[in-house]
């Protein structure tokens, strides 16, 4: 709903689509007839935000309440923040038009440590105080979620609380403590007190930190009844759980134009760089019948042509071919595709090959991350080059034109020949379209490798690891781009500034709060855009606060340094992780989950109960 002066500045901006609300399947109601009032925030643009599975699970969770109402809420770019400076507009809920200083929940999904200035920039549009403290009230409550509040530490002063884990059980539970507390008139801290032995909710208040003299975390300690480690939160049986029978159809062209379903969570493979295939365990399955209504009811409200069956490993879901069966069943006459992404190239089945030959072909990714044998087997990728090069020659065979092809510069123990050798296996691609005497005739291939520097995230084997320097970054991404001598390959590289800025959020701790304030006061935003990343503010900020960012980045950290994030609990035991941490520098594998229980601990969570258990 807008009003004329909307109206007015909308004329004066790129895509106003991003800023109007009224699509199809959006949810309206009368915000006099419910509870409260929940502002569900992307930190991001209304493109990247509405392709987000955990945003259409979240709006249409809190949506099936009579007595809550969840609107939408994306950062404006700077076109429209400016405009809504210029004239006054708050930043405002895209179903009713409304203020969300106004509502009494404001959540915020952190998917990407560059988001963080974003968030500080929308509540500041919001006309609300950046600072918790500085919000004295009970409302509204601003929360975080999603998967960097793993290491909340750098947000702690701008958010009252953090739901770690999965938020298909906790968003009720917490809805309804707050109407509550809203109905009996409770202060905030109160509330927050009470919030805070709801399993999954971490209140940064309610903990104090102290450091060594060396700048490193000396202890955490909780008060006012907090629990002394915060658990996250699983959903225990995703075939139950609550998932949207309709998805928001975008006004505009976003990036991922479709709908997603998800067939499982977690990760059988123990990759030793992946934060995701660590904090989303234990592993739970969702049955090919559950996948296959749950497809066919959002294609029938949306009008979709395309379903995307999403997992960390689709392959490696023990389902897939029933499933693909299922819905080809009911696709290939409503000429609906099928997209595949986060294939295994040693587990991509000829027979899924053959039921996928006539669906539309896009192209296929796989992700080898490291050039040669010896890094895949450090990072524990189990997966070797004759697997790679037999699967890209069965999808030549199958049809497919357009291989892209994932690594990572920079992983732990990374020589030059590592780097040569990402070179060295997309030629090898290339060479084995042109062997293959089944590929398409007449046309040519195109292998797409990108490469991303590696950056160390909590919860993983590689925690401990420091990041390689910038200088150190810029040379191997030259010499990896000297290596390539065909254009049947192209490439892209990270930008180094921005996954070094990553890294330092990624294992910061409370001190980068005041950077990270400062750095948005400067102008900071949209930090994950290239076009908008002003790296030397970041440093100004920085060199301000007599912050040293190779301190958070580079260093190598010991075993029985405190990190910042120990007091929070995903599962995953550091014992586990130290113990991958030492093989991943002896080049030893661990066997994935199906073949042998590494005893990770995080089917504690789930009563012992994990999917992959062999």
């Not at 109007?20 to 991001?44: I, M, Q």
């Not at 509405?50 to 809550?68: F, P």
């Not at 997992?311 to 819905?327: A, F, V």
């Not at 005739?441 to 292998?447: L, P, R």
Request: glycine share 6%; hydrophobic share 35%; with cysteine.
């Amino acid at each position: 709903m807008l009003d004329k002066t909307k109206e007015r500045i909308l004329n004066a901006v790129q895509k106003p689509g991003r800023y109007t609300g009224g699509e199809l399947n959006s949810v309206v109601k009368d915000k006099n007839a419910v509870d409260l009032r929940y502002a569900f925030c992307f930190p991001d643009t209304y493109e990247i935000g509405m392709s987000h599975l955990g945003l259409k699970i979240l709006y249409s969770l809190v949506n099936a309440r009579a007595d809550a109402w969840c609107e939408r809420v994306f950062a404006p770019w700077t076109d429209m923040e400016e405009q809504m400076r210029k004239y006054g507009v708050p930043l405002y809920a895209l179903e009713s038009g409304d203020p969300i200083r106004d509502f009494d929940l404001i959540g915020f999904t952190l998917q990407y440590e560059l988001s963080y200035s974003n968030m500080l920039n929308m509540l500041d549009l919001a006309g609300l105080p950046v600072r918790a403290t500085d919000r004295t009230e009970l409302l509204p409550i601003v929360a975080a979620g999603g998967p960097c509040v793993c290491n909340a530490e750098p947000v702690h002063a701008f958010v009252d609380l953090c739901m770690l884990g999965e938020g298909e059980e906790v968003t009720n539970e917490l809805i309804d403590l707050l109407i509550e507390h809203k109905k009996k008139g409770s202060d905030k801290q109160t509330f927050l007190r009470a919030a805070a032995q709801i399993e999954g909710v971490y209140v940064p208040s309610l903990y104090d930190v102290s450091y060594n003299e060396d700048g490193t975390v000396q202890a955490v300690t909780p008060k006012d009844g907090a629990p002394k480690t915060v658990r996250k939160r699983i959903v225990s049986d995703l075939d139950t759980m609550f998932s949207p029978s309709d998805f928001v159809v975008p006004s505009i062209e976003v990036v991922h134009d479709r709908t997603t379903t998800e067939i499982f969570r977690g990760c059988i493979r123990g990759c030793r760089f992946c934060q995701a295939g660590f904090i989303y365990r234990p592993i739970r399955e969702k049955s090919a019948d559950v996948i296959d209504a749950q497809c066919r009811a959002v294609c029938e409200s949306t009008g979709y042509d395309e379903i995307s069956l999403c997992s960390l490993s689709s392959s490696d879901y023990t389902q897939m071919e029933p499933l693909i069966r299922k819905l080809i069943s009911w696709t290939d006459d409503a000429k609906i595709n099928i997209a595949l992404p986060s294939l295994r190239a040693d587990n991509f089945p000829k027979e899924l090959m053959e039921k996928l030959a006539g669906v539309r072909r896009s192209s296929l990714t796989f992700a080898p991350e490291a050039g040669t044998q010896r890094l895949r087997d450090a990072i524990n990728k189990n997966v070797t080059e004759e697997e790679v090069l037999q699967t890209a020659s069965q999808a030549f065979a199958g049809g497919w034109t357009a291989v892209k092809l994932y690594f990572m510069l920079g992983l732990p123990t990374e020589t030059d020949e590592d780097v040569q050798g990402i070179a060295a296996l997309a030629q090898k691609v290339v060479d084995a379209y042109y062997a293959n005497p089944d590929k398409p005739k007449g046309k040519s291939v195109t292998v797409s490798v990108s490469a991303s520097t590696f950056v160390p995230k909590p919860f993983t084997p590689f925690q401990w690891e420091g990041q390689d320097d910038g200088e150190t970054v810029l040379r191997k991404q030259a010499l990896l781009r000297e290596s390539i001598h065909t254009r049947k390959v192209s490439l892209s590289c990270h930008h180094a500034d921005t996954s070094f800025l990553e890294a330092v959020f990624a294992r910061g701790d409370r001190r980068l709060a005041d950077v990270l304030e400062s750095a948005w006061r400067k102008g900071c935003r949209f930090d994950g855009w290239d076009d908008q990343f002003r790296f030397d503010l970041w440093r100004e900020a920085f060199d301000e606060a007599g912050v040293s960012m190779a301190f958070y980045a580079n260093r190598r950290r010991s075993f029985d340094e405190v990190l910042p994030w120990d007091h929070l609990d995903y599962g995953v035991s550091k014992t586990y992780l130290q113990r991958e941490n030492e093989r991943a520098a002896e080049s030893r594998t661990t066997p994935h989950c199906r073949i042998r229980c590494g005893g990770c601990g995080a089917d504690k969570l789930n009563g012992g109960k994990c999917d992959a258990r062999c």
